[in-house]
């Protein structure tokens, strides 16, 4: 037992003593990397620097060092990663680019640029506007959730609308009401009269719209399918037009001017409405009509935005050098004689001028030490004394150089000005008074008021930030300190040294750019030595001193602007919107398919897929085989001048290309693909008879039977199309993002047609696009189909 306990103490002994050693391995583990770090970091390797700053801070999170240094490169390292991001974006890989934001996060997350910029990419991979997640509505009274809001049209049939007609104003909005399935009343004051309208292919909104504009009428919805119609005057309007009230709330307010500056824009716009803004919640109440509520809708997401934001660094640097040299050998320069009595003569005179001595009631003078004539008749060596001046040999080099370097970083928001203060506070006397007069007893007080100068670096920053990402910065830094203290009038007042730039300059993110800097350079020199022996080459050494001083002394400012926020503007908030007249505002409503419209096909990059988008009208009087024919010929052609007739192109059909039917029959066509290779989407647009064929439906073949070319491998297929009612349709089919493409040969979609009158219709693939999994076009040919109605 006893043999136990020892051995138990000896290990844990043993254990406490390998502590220190391991815990100093592990600091020098992290030292090591902290100096790779600054190592990396002076070659401007920031990326390489900020990972051994972290892999230091993680070993040792208590060291400050480690942590600052961490702490300094976010933002530098995230916006490297976010200018990567951005330049792969450009050239079309949006999963790269998508990856090198999340990395630009993780690093920084504070950087709201990397976040847009990841939406942006994402939204043009899904090739559809960003979705925001509406909040959930609260939870209200009963009462409260009975109240409705402004009454929209909905028409149970929203078929464009043709109709050539000279009749009374009633009948014209009844005609067209029973076409588009909706109410018509008119109001008690209304004088009909009679009109002529020509309407083609329009829609119902642009109907009514025409219609009371040729009868001097208006109309307002009262239920989703009734209309009321009145005529049009400033009394009418005000009468009938409704109100609402709508609590519009800011988002991305920081200040009192922000919220000001919509509220006004606001007021300017809508002069009539009522608007109300309260500023403790951010909000602003708008009493007004529909139109106007919701055409504020649209100004306040236009101008609600986040401020762009900017990180500066600032780069001070003084950099100084002292060099001064002394050679020679400086022999002495000076020599003076002076007369003094000799010593034989001084110790004679000293015992016989004893007895000499005169004394008178002014004084007594002593002669003993002075020269009489009679020693200067017998003069020899002991009366001259020689002086020599010194003499002294120089061998001196003395070099001495000084850095300083401070490099402050500010954030500020656009339009506000930042200040950064780093150093202290330095009182410096301004005057000085006396409380009351003097007396005897009690003497007047003297206080002296003083002063509080900042010194240090102060830096000031005003920064707008461009719709391109330039900087532009209205900027002030002063770099001062205390040098030496002259005395004035009794007091020691400090001397202060400046160093100040104030100007307005205009940067691109990531430039660094000298603001100003001074260069001192000053040399003296100086010789010392006997003359003439002072100027022989190599005797100047041993004959004279020669003494060389340089100072040099230069102080540089460089800015580094850092743009971490960015304003994100969309086509909806540059688009123009029709606001009616001058008398009111009346949007124009249309009629918006629920399914996003299909992407338009980017511009080619290379000449072949500029030929598979060239398309040839058929001629009056030339059979569809005989116009097929030449198109492929000419696409041939085409494909050859650019050299590209290797590649053979992507063939879309038309099955079945000649079919028979009847008037009011349904049919179906399947639009096919022949030849693809790597096919990721076919966004392609096609032409029918409108006049002779109504298109009813656009669907996807059936996947299960292997029929469905582009979802063949079970993935999951988005079709799109949009028919603008004039026998125009464009039809988009991509496979989901980040999925590889298809090749081989299957059907795209079916087109679901109903003849509606007799003769020939045609229908044509009049631009043929198809797009591999890198979104780059393919060389592809339409085709042309015709079908014959029989009554």
Same mark, same amino acid.
């Given at each position: 037992m006893n043999f136990r306990i020892s051995k138990w103490a000896i290990l844990t002994a043993f254990a406490l003593m390998l502590v220190p050693f391991a815990s100093q391995a592990h600091a020098? #583990?992290? *030292? %090591?990397?902290? %100096? $790779?770090? @600054?190592?990396?970091?002076?070659? *401007?390797? !920031?990326e390489t620097a900020f990972n051994d700053y972290s892999a230091a801070f993680q070993k040792n999170p208590k060291d400050e060092r480690f942590r600052i240094s961490f702490e300094r490169l976010r933002t530098p390292v995230a916006g490297i990663h976010v200018q990567r991001g951005e330049k792969l974006r450009d050239q079309g890989d949006t999963t790269g680019a998508v990856t090198e934001f999340l990395r630009a996060l993780e690093i920084d997350p504070s950087n709201e640029l990397a976040q847009q910029d990841m939406q942006a990419a994402r939204d043009k991979?899904? @090739?559809?506007?960003? #979705?925001? /997640? +509406?909040?959930?509505?609260?939870?209200? /009274?009963?009462?409260?959730q009975s109240i409705g809001g402004p009454i929209h049209l909905k028409p149970l049939s929203s078929e464009p609308l043709t109709l050539h007609s000279v009749e009374d104003t009633k009948v014209i909005y009844q005609t067209v009401g029973k076409l588009a399935g909706v109410n018509?009343?008119?109001?008690?004051?209304?004088?009909? %009269?009679?009109? @002529?309208?020509?309407?083609?292919?329009?829609?119902?909104?642009?109907?009514?719209?025409?219609?009371?504009?040729?009868?001097?009428t208006f109309w307002r919805p009262i239920t989703p399918n009734t209309i009321f119609v009145a005529q049009n005057s400033r009394s009418k309007r005000t009468e009938l037009e409704e109100q609402a009230v709508q609590t519009f709330y800011l988002t991305n307010v920081s200040q009192q001017n922000d919220f000001t500056d919509v509220q006004t824009a606001l007021r300017n716009m809508f002069q009539t409405a009522k608007i109300y803004g309260v500023a403790s919640q951010n909000a602003i109440i708008m009493r007004?009509?529909?139109?106007?509520l919701m055409l504020a809708q649209k100004l306040v997401s236009d101008l609600d935005r986040a401020k762009p934001e900017v990180v500066v660094d600032v780069a001070v640097l003084e950099v100084s050098r002292n060099y001064e040299k002394t050679i020679g050998i400086q022999l002495p320069q000076t020599a003076s004689v002076a007369f003094q009595a000799s010593n034989n003569n001084a110790t004679s005179s000293s015992s016989s001028s004893s007895s000499s001595t005169t004394t008178t009631t002014t004084g007594t003078t002593d002669t003993s030490n002075g020269l009489t004539l009679n020693s200067l008749a017998h003069l020899n060596g002991t009366n001259f004394a020689v002086t020599l &001046?010194? +003499?002294?040999? *120089?061998?001196? !080099?003395?070099?001495?150089?000084t850095k300083i370097l401070q490099n402050p970083r500010v954030r500020a928001s656009d339009g506000q000005e930042a200040s950064l203060k780093i150093g202290e506070r330095l009182p410096v006397a301004t005057g000085s008074y006396q409380t009351g007069a003097a007396t005897a007893i009690v003497s007047s007080l003297v206080n002296t008021q003083f002063q509080y100068l900042d010194i240090g670096v102060n830096i000031t920053i005003k920064p707008t930030v461009h719709y391109d990402r330039d900087v532009s910065l209205k900027l002030k830094i002063e770099v001062s300190g205390s040098n030496s203290s002259q005395n004035l009038g009794g007091v020691n007042e400090p001397i202060i040294t400046q160093r100040i730039v104030e100007q307005t300059v205009r940067l691109k993110d990531g430039e660094a750019n000298m603001l100003g800097g001074i260069l001192q350079k000053q =040399?003296? =020199?100086s010789l010392n030595g006997t003359p003439g022996l002072a100027s022989v080459p190599i005797l100047k050494y041993i004959f004279s001193s020669n003494d060389k001083t340089i100072s040099d002394d230069e102080i540089v400012f460089l800015l580094v602007p850092h743009v971490v926020r960015a304003t994100m503007l969309d086509p909806n908030n540059l688009r123009e919107i029709d606001s009616g007249t001058s008398n009111s505002i009346e949007l124009r409503h249309i009629n918006l398919d629920t399914t996003p419209p299909a992407a338009t096909p980017a511009p080619a990059a290379r000449p072949q897929a500029a030929a598979s988008q060239f398309t040839v009208p058929q001629p009056a009087g030339v059979p569809p085989s005989a116009a097929n024919a030449a198109a492929a010929a000419i696409a041939s052609m085409q494909m050859e001048a650019d050299g590209h007739a290797d590649n053979q192109p992507v063939k879309l059909g038309l099955t079945p290309e000649m079919q028979p039917q009847k008037v009011g029959s349904t049919f179906q066509m399947a639009v096919t693909l022949a030849g693809g290779s790597d096919v990721f989407s076919v966004p392609l647009q096609l032409q029918y008879d409108q006049a002779?064929?109504?298109?009813?439906?656009?669907?996807?073949?059936? #996947?299960?039977?292997?029929?469905?070319?582009?979802? @063949?491998? &079970? $993935?999951?297929v988005a079709l799109v199309h949009r028919d603008d009612g004039s026998g125009n349709v464009a039809i988009s089919a991509s496979r989901p993002p980040g999925t590889h493409g298809i090749s081989g040969s299957g059907t795209v979609c079916l087109l679901t047609f109903q003849a509606k009158s007799p003769g020939d219709a045609a229908v044509v693939i009049t631009r043929p696009v198809v797009r591999n999994s890198a979104q780059q076009s393919l060389p592809a040919t339409g085709a042309r189909a015709l079908v014959q109605v029989k009554p």
């Open positions: 020098q #583990s992290a *030292n %090591k990397l902290f %100096k $790779q770090g @600054q190592a990396a970091e002076e070659k *401007n390797d !920031l991979a899904n @090739q559809a506007p960003a #979705s925001q /997640e +509406a909040p959930a509505p609260p939870s209200e /009274e009963i009462s409260l018509v009343l008119f109001d008690p004051d209304y004088t009909s %009269k009679r009109v @002529q309208v020509d309407l083609t292919n329009v829609d119902l909104y642009d109907a009514l719209r025409i219609i009371g504009i040729t009868s001097g007004g009509t529909p139109d106007e &001046g010194q +003499a002294s040999a *120089n061998l001196l !080099l003395s070099d001495a150089h =040399t003296n =020199t002779k064929l109504n298109l009813i439906n656009v669907d996807l073949a059936d #996947s299960a039977k292997g029929t469905n070319f582009l979802g @063949q491998d &079970g $993935q999951a």
